[in-house]
Structures are given as structure tokens and as C-alpha cells.
């Protein structure tokens, strides 16, 4: 049967373009109702706010690319956000008064998060579980760990210099969306142009044929969680820095707006497909409806309800685009 | 005699691209159609018009005079269409009887009538001559048998024209047996059978009338008594086929590429040991069910063996995976292109990458111009046309097969096994297979080559080994080749010739 495909790169930025149209339509549509938005301070506090929700969406994406999934996002940023509160905490932290105190502890928050995601993988790799099942089970047991590591008590008291240096600026910018960007940068070139990058998208298409054709499943996915554990580490850091706080029972409803912003970026939850461009679109809306509908003095629930409607218009938009609604698939 | 099928003008095209051209068709009660005609020459549009998946563009179908414009699959089915598809439409997980009567399962006030609906089930099976409880679940049986499953259902729904495409391709040759001899019953019956398949001898056999199809235009249409099978061929691809089996060019060198000793995997593979050398071409024969397809996975390490070494290029490895077994120049291309071979929905490009991304790096860093380059030239020199950026779901089967061969070619693969190469893919792009096969031999790379299709073996391979319920049960040099004997061999009847 022959039919023509538009190429990639047509398809690709239509992906991420009825995304921007979508966040651009919104903003247009909520403008008359609250002005404040347009303001530069405004702009700056949706953009922070959608910084870390970008780095865990990221995360997220690797797991969602290999055809996976990491439910253990909660977890793992209570951990790493606790002990590297308890190794900052200015009175009687580990390294209280030491030197050493900030960088160790944001080696030892990555690599927590690394180590849990990797482990998560290989479980997932080696024992054939369902990614389901093995994060679901992280995010319990990591976040247990948090709790009774803490009490179940708010750490606060953070080293100053480092929340002085997290909370400023940098050429004007908060040093936060740096972070985020340069981020969503390496994020980028780690998926097109490595191997690596090649071997994730195979995977994520086909398994099976990517194991004959000599992919190391279990080295990718091991990888695929553990960057994002990584990231969700990454996100604890900004989350503890901004709050001036680490909490051992973080929200789990951050989980959903992390996979929300994936799939409204046209990540495919089934595997094979992920734009870096479009995931940073998908935060923003998110972020965008939160706190639009915060400023008209909106409650809670009329927040969800919206962020629940949009990713579900940007759900559909996607699949039309692809010819899924309304047709054959 | 009026017939029960007839199709006037049917054009169908794709995106402006026109795959059907005023196909004409007709069909009487009682007659079974061949249809033929190389990959993409439209079979599979005319039959998903006619099952009622795709609509016609233009032209007109009747169904026993009257006219018939299904607007989906069940409103075919309601006018007793039924297609048998290659991929079958059956519910694993329930019962024969469940699936034959799904729609309409007799009813009682306390659920479903056990009794009456085994009862029932045995009367349509019987229609086909299987004798299996219905109480079973589909998936415990062979995939022949569920054909036949799926044509009891289509008998018991009242079919009139039943439509078989490529059914034969998963079935062993007593279970093919036993499909014509149904078809031969259907025909008795009064039942109108259209028939596709790329195994011409059997249309031969079956048909009555043969049409062939060549890019979207009835090429010719006739009795099957006025055919030969050169002769469809020729319709079939416009030109006569000069050298099916290309000549070697290279003589069979002295290294051993691949070495099998003493493999086993319980219940699949019993103590096999065999020896490629570069260059040579090591055919192995056997029925469906024989264990060829286990041994090209444990040889390339996707199964794990219970005991017994594999040897690439004089290496053992301790521990086999694929990733070794490629990095040390193995390659393997599996039966199943769909679930083993491809990424169906990325580019053509990637798929032909695939295992070369890191000869393409510096330090994990892809040079993706270079990258672009080499696998444009590749399939290039492999004719697969088309832009590289569409989809591989999107190509014909035999570019397909083409491009999974490129993924390898570009390797330069010391010893490649191959299983099934040409299995669901026309003559033509059979024949580009076979000369690739060559100039891979030419080239020094030892292959294993897996087939079903006895003069494949015998026209290519240097030596034929026979596998039987997992063992070795015999070895043919080129010279004491003998498609009876190697046949015979297969069975386990070697009294028989």
C-alpha cells in the first residue's frame, strides 16, 4: 500500500506548534480577566514555577520514551530532599559548618536519586517487572524512608549561601530557570545526537528488535530511570531551595502534572517519541493554568479541573493530528 | 450462470498515488479465484475494499446481483463476506466454541447454554474436519488449526465468498494439505473462494480461474488450464526471471565464522553442533516445529542455552548476549519482521542505522551527517525507494526485508544467520534478496540460512543440514543434493523415497 507520510521535521514541528497555539490561545482567552499576567514579574513567577515542574517532566520523559513509566517521582524527592536538608541544616547538620557541607550534599542528593532510578531499572530490565508495579513500590518505600529518617518532621534551617545563590540571579535571570535550561539543553543533545540518545528511541519503538540488533536492554533502561531519578533529585534541590524547607512527604500530585506536561509536549506514553521543545511547552501550560486561575482567586479544585481539561484538549489535538480521531489509526 | 461476485471498475488511490485502476473481478458460486501479483500491486486494497475496511474511490460491486457496498467489516460479514487474514481474528483467551458463536451464544436466563452451544460447535467443526474439543481454548491450538476455527465461524455466519490471504504461510505442509481439501469442500458447497498467495503451485492447484494483478491494473484473467507458473510469473513482473540463484563469485575460505557445539535448550534443541565457514552458505532444512528458528536464537544468544558453546570468528563467550554476538560481527535477521526486525513507526533511516549508531560516534557523540550519508548510500545501493524519513511500516514487504538487510550490510557482518529471508515477499524483490545473499558470500561473511522453501536451499546453499523434533538428522553436500531425499529427511520418512 503506498501513501505519503509528511516528513519528520513537518511532523515534529507541527507536534510542538499546536502545543505554543494552545498555551498562546489560553493566555489570550484568561488576559482580559487578569491583566497581572502580562507583567514582567508575573511572567518571571510562572516561568520559576514551571522550573522544576520542567526538570521532572524531563525525567519523566526518558521512562516515558523506552515505553516506561516512573511513579516514584514523590518518593525520591522526599529522600534526596531530606538528606540533603540533614546534611545542610546550618545548627546540627552533618557537615554543619563545613566547607564541604554544599557540594557533598548535592552529590549525595543526584546520586540518591540516581541510585534509586538505576535500581528501579534494573529490576525493571532484569527481572521483568512492570515499570508500574517496581516504581509504584520506589515511591512508597523511598518516601517511607523519608519519614522515618525525619520523624516526619519539615526540615528547615538551610545553609544560607547556598539558598543565596539558588535564590539570585544571574544576567538577570533566576539562577532556578538556568538550571531548568540548561537541563532541557543537555536533555536535548543527550536524545539526538548520541548514541545513547538512538538507543533510547529504539528501545522505546521496538524492544525486540532493538535486543537483536545488539542494544543492551538492560544498560538503556537501567539508564532510562536512572536519569530520571536523577532529575526528580535534581527537582528536589530547587523544591528545598525555594521553599527554604525539605519535607519527607512531598505531594505525589506533582507526579501527575510531570506526566501531564510530557504528554501535552507529544511524548507518546506508549514509547518512541519525545520532544525536548515540546515538554518545555507542556510545563509552561501547566504552570500557566495553575497560576493564572490562582490569581482570579480561583480554589483548588477549579485549578484541577482546568489542568484536567486542558491536557485532555492537548491529548486530543495530538491524536488528531496523527489521524487517530475520527479515522483510522 | 450468474455470478456471485462481480466488481466493475473499483480505482482506489492513496494520497494521489493510484493503486487500483479499473479492476474488474468475477466470481461464480462454486469456483475458487486466484489472485497473484508482486507486493504492492494492490491484492490487499482490492480484498480490504471488498471485506469493507476501505471504501472505493469509484466503480461498483455486486453481490449476488445485487448491489454490495459494505461501509465496514461486520456489514460485509452481514452480506457473507468473510476475510481470512494472515495475522487471524480470533480471541485467544476464549474457547473454540465462544469464538465460532460470539455474537449469537445461545442464551438462558441463568447465562449460556453450556450444552447446546459444545453441540454446536462440533456440527461447524465437523464441517471442517476438526476434531478438537470446543471447550478448549484457542490458544492451545496450532495455528492451522485456528484457520480452520475461523472458517467453521464463517460458515456458521452464513458466508457466501470466502477470501484467503496468504494462508499458508504459517502452516506445516500435512496442515496445508488439509486447508486444500477444505477449500476443495467449500467449492462443493457452493461457496465462492478467492485465494491469494505467492505460493503459485498451490493456486495452481486450487484455482479455477487465476487474475493477476501488476501496480494496481488486471494484468490477465483467465482459467488456471491457459497459466504455467513461468507464465504468471512473467504477468506477475512484466519480464522473464533470466537467474533466480546468482552464481558464486568467491570461493569458500578457511576460517570458521561460526561454530555451534553441542547446543541444547531443553524441549526445543537437542546436542546440535555445526560449522560456517566465511564465505559458505549453510543451509538448514526442516518442518515447522523443527527447532530451526530456536537454534538462530540461542546461536545469537536472545534465548539462553542449557549447555553447549557458541564460536564467533574461533571465540567462545562465556557469556553470550547479542550485544557480543554483534560486536564480534555476528548479525541475524528473524522470520518475524514485524516484532523482531523493525521499529514499524520510526524512519527508514533509523532502521537501517540501528546497529551501526556507535560506528557513527566519537566517544558516545553520533557525527550524524556521516551517519545520514551512509545510510543513504546503503539503501541506495539496495534500491529501496523512496524518501528515507517515512515510516518502515509504510514500505512494501520486500523493502522491508531490504532495509533490515541494509542494518546489517552496513556492518560488514562476518557470519549472518538468516531465517525465513524471503518468506511473504514477492518474486522480484525475492530475487534482489538472493543476490544480496551473494554478495555477501562474495564478500567473505559465512551464513545460516533458515528456509521453508526447499529450492531456496537448494538453488543457494553450499551444504544442507536437516533439523527433526531439535536434532540434527542429516547433512547434504551441494553435490548429493536431491529435493526428495533432503524432503524425506525432513519428514523423518527417509523409507519414503
Known sequence: MISRAPSSVVRFAAAELSVAILALVYVLAVLPFCPELATRDQAFAVLLNAAPLLVLALG?????????????????????????????????????????????????????????????????????????????????????????????????????????????????????????????????????????????????????????????????????????????????????????????????????????????????????????????????????????????????????????????????????????????? | MKPLLECRKIRKSFAGVRVLKDVDLELASGQVLGLVGQNGAGKSTLMNILGGVLPPDDGAMLLAGKPYAPRNPAQAAAAGVRIVHQELNLFPNLSVAENLFLDRLPRAPWGIRRKTLASQARELLHLVNLERDPRAPVEQLSTGERQLVEIAKALGDGAQLIVFDEPTTSLTQPEAARLFAIIDDL??????????????????????????????????????????????????????????????????????????????????????????????????????????????????????????????????????????????????????????????????EDNVLLASWRDYAFGGWLRRRAAKRGAAAMADSLKIGGSLHRPVGQLSGGNQQKAIFARWLLRKPRCLILDEPTRGIDVGAKDEIYRLIRRLTDAGTGILLISSEIEELLGLADRIVVMRAGRLAGEFDRAEFHRERVLACALGQETFV
Open chain 1, 60 to 329: 519523566q520523559s526518558f521512562a516515558l520514551l523506552i515505553g516506561g513509566i516512573d511513579l516514584s517521582v514523590s518518593g525520591v524527592i522526599s529522600l534526596s530532599g531530606v538528606v540533603g536538608a540533614m546534611i545542610l541544616t546550618r545548627d546540627d547538620g552533618a557537615l554543619a559548618d563545613s566547607s564541604l557541607a554544599i557540594p557533598v550534599a548535592l552529590l549525595v542528593m543526584l546520586l540518591i536519586g540516581g541510585v534509586a532510578g538505576a535500581t528501579q531499572g534494573a529490576a525493571v530490565a532484569y527481572w521483568e517487572l512492570p515499570a508500574f508495579i517496581v516504581t509504584m513500590c520506589g515511591m512508597m518505600a523511598l518516601g517511607g524512608v523519608a519519614v522515618w529518617l525525619t520523624g516526619g518532621e519539615r526540615l528547615g534551617g538551610l545553609s544560607l549561601p547556598l539558598l543565596d545563590a539558588m535564590q539570585g540571579d544571574w544576567l538577570h535571570v533566576p539562577v532556578m530557570l538556568w538550571i531548568a535550561a540548561a537541563l532541557a539543553i543537555v536533555c536535548h543533545l543527550l536524545l539526538q545526537h548520541t548514541v545513547l540518545g538512538k538507543h533510547l528511541y529504539a528501545v522505546g519503538h521496538n524492544a525486540r528488535a532493538a535486543r537483536v540488533a545488539g542494544i543492551s536492554l538492560g544498560r538503556v533502561t537501567c539508564f532510562a530511570y536512572g536519569a530520571a531519578g536523577t532529575c526528580s533529585a535534581l527537582a528536589a534541590l530547587l523544591y528545598t531551595c525555594r521553599t527554604e524547607s525539605a519535607t519527607p512527604s512531598f505531594a505525589r500530585e506533582i507526579l501527575l502534572d510531570a506526566i501531564g506536561a510530557a504528554v501535552i509536549g507529544g511524548v507518546s506514553l506508549s514509547g518512541g517519541r519525545v520532544s525536548v521543545v515540546g515538554i518545555v511547552c507542556g510545563a509552561l501550560l501547566i504552570t500557566l493554568v495553575g497560576n493564572s486561575l490562582t490569581l482570579l482567586n480561583l480554589d483548588y479544585w477549579h485549578v484541577l479541573m482546568a489542568k484536567g481539561g486542558v491536557i485532555l484538549v492537548a491529548a486530543l489535538l495530538d491524536a488528531a493530528r496523527r489521524g487517530v480521531v475520527g479515522g483510522r489509526a
Open chain 2, 187 to 348: 467449492r462443493g458447497r457452493g461457496l465462492g473462494v478467492i485465494y491469494i498467495s505467492h505460493q503459485l503451485d498451490d493456486v495452481m492447484r486450487l484455482a479455477d480461474d487465476v487474475l493477476v494483478l501488476r501496480d494496481g491494473v488486471r494484468q490477465a484473467c483467465g482459467p488456471a488450464s491457459v497459466f504455467t507458473i513461468p507464465l504468471l510469473i512473467q504477468h506477475m513482473i512484466g519480464r522473464e526471471l533470466d537467474h533466480v540463484y546468482p552464481e558464486r563469485g568467491a570461493a569458500i575460505g578457511e576460517e570458521i565464522v561460526l561454530q555451534l557445539r553441542n547446543v541444547s535448550r531443553r524441549g526445543v534443541v537437542d546436542n546440535v553442533s555445526l560449522q560456517v565457514r566465511s564465505g559458505e552458505i549453510l543451509g538448514i532444512a526442516g518442518m515447522l516445529g523443527a527447532g530451526r528458528s530456536e537454534l538462530a536464537r540461542l546461536a545469537f544468544g536472545l534465548d539462553p542455552l542449557d549447555a553447549g558453546t557458541v564460536l564467533f570468528s574461533g571465540e567462545a563467550l562465556a557469556l553470550l548476549t547479542p550485544g557480543r554476538a554483534v560486536a564480534r560481527g555476528g548479525a541475524l535477521i528473524t522470520e518475524d519482521r514485524r516484532d523482531d526486525g523493525l521499529l514499524m513507526n520510526a524512519s527508514v
